[in-house]
């Protein structure tokens, strides 16, 4: 990537990040915002918290807030590359979530060494995956109790002695908090999707061998997500065979 490129690149990626902060700081791209939706709300263990806030919207979303600080402290700091502090600021904030190519480029101008950049790319996909387990022991929390509900219901149906209205609106939430869930596996999934997008750049330029523990450890993640996605899928599926007259 030249350094036009590279400067055109940064400074609608600086543009989009200020906004989406604004949003989120003012409340409107916040997980749960009552003043965006009406009806239910999901269970609040899966709206609050940094795990919540970290895949409940996008990646760009999530990390805008975190970046921002860190680029802001670069304009007004006697830096005198105040560009490539804000860039260096974004990535330890956003990682591969400011995009797999941009995040190679800048990874690999960090670190020309190819051990040192991979090692610090494992570092990455570590982190981000203890996120996801995070994330997902959460989830699991929710489901458990939400297949408990939702078992309870279907044995008050056949028992002829259901509360419908609590029954509407415990499955109202259920409801939403599937809706919650979903997004957050499609969030994670695409996290998964960028870095093995730069783990295929890296093997594409000769360091297939290197990359085995950058591998090693989407596959972590991977295998995680994907247990999630199956975990909410079975909830979604014995919801679905609920239907009140």
Same mark, same amino acid.
């Given at each position: 990537?030249?350094?036009?490129?590279?400067?055109?690149?940064?400074?609608?990626?600086?543009?989009?990040?200020?906004?989406?902060?604004?949003?989120?700081?003012?409340?409107?791209?916040?997980?749960?915002?009552?003043?965006?939706?009406?009806?239910?709300?999901?269970?609040?263990?899966?709206?609050?918290?940094?795990?919540?806030?970290?895949?409940?919207?996008?990646?760009?979303?999530?990390?805008?807030?975190?970046?921002?600080?860190?680029?802001?402290?670069?304009?007004?700091?006697?830096?005198?590359?105040?560009?490539?502090?804000?860039?260096?600021?974004?990535?330890?904030?956003?990682?591969?979530?400011?995009?797999?190519?941009?995040?190679?480029?800048?990874?690999?101008?960090?670190?020309?060494?190819?051990?040192?950049?991979?090692?610090?790319?494992?570092?990455?996909?570590?982190?981000?995956?203890?996120?996801?387990?995070?994330?997902?022991?959460?989830?699991?929390?929710?489901?458990?109790?939400?297949?408990?509900?939702?078992?309870?219901?279907?044995?008050?149906?056949?028992?002829?002695?259901?509360? *419908?209205?609590?029954?509407?609106?415990?499955?109202? *939430?259920?409801?939403?908090?599937?809706?919650?869930?979903?997004?957050?596996?499609?969030?994670?999934?695409?996290?998964?999707? *960028?870095?093995? #997008?730069?783990?295929?750049?890296?093997?594409?330029?000769?360091?297939?061998?290197?990359?085995?523990?950058?591998?090693?450890?989407?596959?972590?993640?991977?295998?995680?997500?994907?247990?999630? #996605?199956?975990?909410?899928?079975?909830?979604?599926? *014995?919801?679905?065979?609920?239907?009140?007259?």
């Amino acid at each position: 990537m030249n350094t036009c490129s590279s400067t055109a690149y940064f400074n609608r990626w600086l543009s989009g990040l200020l906004i989406a902060t604004m949003l989120v700081l003012s409340g409107c791209a916040s997980t749960g915002s009552s003043l965006l939706s009406k009806g239910p709300a999901a269970d609040p263990r899966l709206t609050t918290g940094d795990d919540a806030q970290f895949f409940s919207k996008s990646g760009f979303q999530a990390c805008a807030a975190a970046a921002t600080v860190g680029v802001l402290a670069c304009m007004i700091s006697n830096s005198n590359n105040k560009a490539a502090c804000a860039i260096v600021a974004g990535i330890a904030a956003c990682g591969v979530a400011m995009g797999a190519n941009y995040y190679l480029d800048q990874r690999r101008s960090q670190y020309a060494n190819t051990g040192e950049r991979l090692d610090v790319m494992t570092s990455d996909v570590q982190a981000d995956t203890q996120k996801v387990i995070a994330r997902t022991d959460t989830a699991m929390q929710v489901i458990t109790e939400n297949k408990t509900t939702l078992s309870k219901i279907q044995k008050d149906m056949k028992a002829q002695q259901l509360d *419908q209205e609590k029954a509407r609106q415990d499955l109202a *939430q259920i409801d939403k908090n599937i809706e919650v869930m979903s997004k957050d596996v499609d969030n994670m999934k695409n996290k998964v999707a *960028q870095y093995e #997008e730069v783990a295929q750049a890296e093997k594409a330029s000769g360091n297939a061998k290197q990359v085995k523990g950058v591998d090693s450890e989407i596959a972590k993640m991977k295998k995680r997500v994907a247990l999630l #996605e199956t975990e909410v899928d079975d909830l979604y599926t *014995q919801r679905s065979a609920i239907t009140l007259g």
